[in-house]
């Protein structure tokens, strides 16, 4: 089997709602959807989900390297190879971890359609849902207990509530939102790198009344030591995100001893080849992980879950961020409902694009 033809298809589609975190808001998401073709009927479904502020990308980086750089080392090649081909990219690519992300998903899924098998079993794992959060953006006090209600009307178990912008109001949300909720749901925080390590240690302290789960990302991603002041202050868990990128990344974390926990980002490491090394070395230290996600379809929101599903050290997940989006511009994939992702056993990500090939 040989690749025979690679085709990015950038995509924009328009937030339900704008999502505002410490760093900026969003109202529309434009990623890349990315076809691999073989000389066979198989083809395999990717994407690319960049961001500028994490990944150092944007929809038309992407598309320009997966045009210029990634199809000619793949054309040709047998897309079963996956180890050796993402090397391959790796090597020849020094960043743009999203566009290697899309080729990388997309090569798993061929391996599953050749083996008919689903994504979650050739990883080594069985069952068939994970329990997810519920992630609501920065609002006034009053809108965040409004939706949270909502959201556990819903089905949600676990929220993840966005802060980072203004400390004394962080806290009194939460505890407003814990006085409304009471303390059955499972609350998580995340920064977004929006403090300061004297605020964070202070909001930190300020919320360990509140049972959150764990407190993520709360300084700058460069300042390690700044984490781990953090860390060795609170009681809450500290979770590393933009932090930790790559293996390189959480080796260093370990080292640095900086963090609790790890959110590991198929678009910031690249994909599941990846994201399965990251995972394996944050559990030989003794690091539980989270598969989390940016704004992103069903096509890596569902490859996310089957990872999750899959991974023994992979313990919480963050895969929300298709249950934003206007509208889904494929069918199948990830079934969520009652504060579960769900997937099938159809072979590979079990995703049909065929709307937009």
């Not at 395999?44 to 944007?58: D, N, Q, R, V």
């Not at 994970?130 to 819903?154: Q, R």
Request: with cysteine; glycine share 10%; proline share 4%.
């Amino acid at each position: 089997m040989k690749i025979t033809h690679i085709k990015p298809i950038p995509i924009s589609i328009p937030l339900k709602q704008p999502f505002k975190i410490a760093y900026g808001t969003h109202t529309v998401y434009e990623g890349v959807i990315l076809v691999i073709k073989t000389d066979s009927e198989i083809y395999g479904i990717g994407e690319a989900s960049p961001s500028s502020k994490i990944t150092g990308e944007t929809q038309g980086t992407v598309i320009d390297i997966i045009e210029n750089k990634i199809k000619p080392l793949l054309l040709g090649e047998d897309p079963l190879n996956i180890e050796a081909l993402i090397n391959k990219a790796n090597s020849a690519i020094s960043f743009n971890s999203s566009a290697k992300c899309a080729v990388d998903i997309a090569l798993w899924d061929i391996l599953g359609k050749v083996s008919k098998q689903p994504l979650k079993t050739l990883l080594g794992g069985g069952g068939d849902r994970v329990e997810i959060s519920i992630t609501i953006g920065i609002k006034p006090i009053d809108a965040t207990i409004e939706e949270a209600n909502k959201l556990i009307t819903d089905g949600a178990k676990i929220l993840k509530i966005k802060i980072g912008l203004n400390p004394r109001e962080d806290i009194e949300k939460i505890k407003q939102l814990r006085a409304s909720i009471g303390y059955t749901p499972a609350i998580r925080v995340d920064a977004n790198q929006g403090y300061t390590v004297k605020e964070a240690i202070w909001v930190g302290k300020k919320l360990e009344p509140y049972d959150i789960e764990f407190l993520e990302q709360p300084v700058k991603p460069y300042d390690f030591q700044g984490m781990k002041q953090v860390k060795n202050s609170i009681a809450i868990p500290v979770m590393a995100d933009e932090s930790v990128h790559s293996l390189q990344d959480t080796i260093r974390a370990i080292r640095e001893d900086i963090c609790d926990l790890i959110n590991i980002k198929l678009m910031k490491s690249g994909g599941i080849m990846n994201a399965t090394k990251i995972a394996a070395a944050a559990e030989g230290a003794g690091i539980k992980c989270m598969l989390g996600c940016m704004s992103e379809t069903k096509v890596a929101i569902t490859a996310g879950t089957h990872l999750a599903i899959a991974t023994e050290n992979i313990k919480y997940a963050d895969l929300d961020g298709h249950l934003g989006l206007e509208k889904e511009i494929v069918e199948g994939g990830v079934i969520t409902e009652e504060g579960e992702n769900r997937i099938s056993e159809k072979e590979g990500l079990g995703v049909n694009c065929r709307g937009i090939l």
